[in-house]
């Protein structure tokens, strides 16, 4: 439930301190200590998921809808011009801290946020390969 050495799961339980902005039985919702920007956030569950790939339906079903009402408050009170919601899985991916968190990034013209990407290529043939790949995969989950 708890894992020992996570800094996550001590700031989601209460064992180290933290200004929650939100907060239930399942998740605790609190302000990145080096955010991106101007109210740049973290949804955090209660209890410990490495990641994405690890969690209970239960929570993941849960923590978008929360996000989003976060994501609304901060958009109200900051006057955002946009807003990212997004999540790392895995050191390949951007992961720094190993407990699932969900980022809530607030955006502002001509802020210094870079989360750019440049567009690829994909044949017919490939996405036909691909989308069928993963059709049967999920068939098995
Ligand atoms: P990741 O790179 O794993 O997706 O994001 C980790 C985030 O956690 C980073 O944005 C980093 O600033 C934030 N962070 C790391 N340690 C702490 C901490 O002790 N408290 C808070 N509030 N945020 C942290
Ligand atoms: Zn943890």
């Known amino acids: 439930m708890i894992k020992d050495d ?24 609190i302000l990145d200590r080096g955010p991106a920007s101007k109210g740049h956030a ?35 009170e900051f006057g955002c011009d946009g807003m990212n919601i997004l999540q790392n899985n895995n050191e390949a991916a951007g992961q720094t801290v190993f407990h699932f968190h969900m980022h809530i990034i607030p955006r502002y013209r001509d802020d210094k946020v870079n989360l750019v990407w440049e567009p690829g290529e994909i044949t017919d043939g490939q996405i036909d390969e691909y989308a069928e ?3 049967n995969r999920l068939k098995k989950q």
């Not at 180290?16 to 239930?24: G, H, N, V, W």
């Open 133 to 135: 790949a993963i059709r």
């Open 6 to 29: 996570c800094i996550f799961c001590k700031i989601a339980n209460g064992v180290i301190p933290a200004q929650a902005l939100y907060e239930d039985d399942q998740f605790k919702v």
């Open 42 to 76: 973290l949804v955090l569950p209660k209890k410990h998921f490495d990641n994405v790939f690890s969690m209970d339906e239960d929570y993941t079903g849960k923590v978008f809808t929360i996000a989003a009402k976060v994501a609304r408050a901060i958009n109200e």
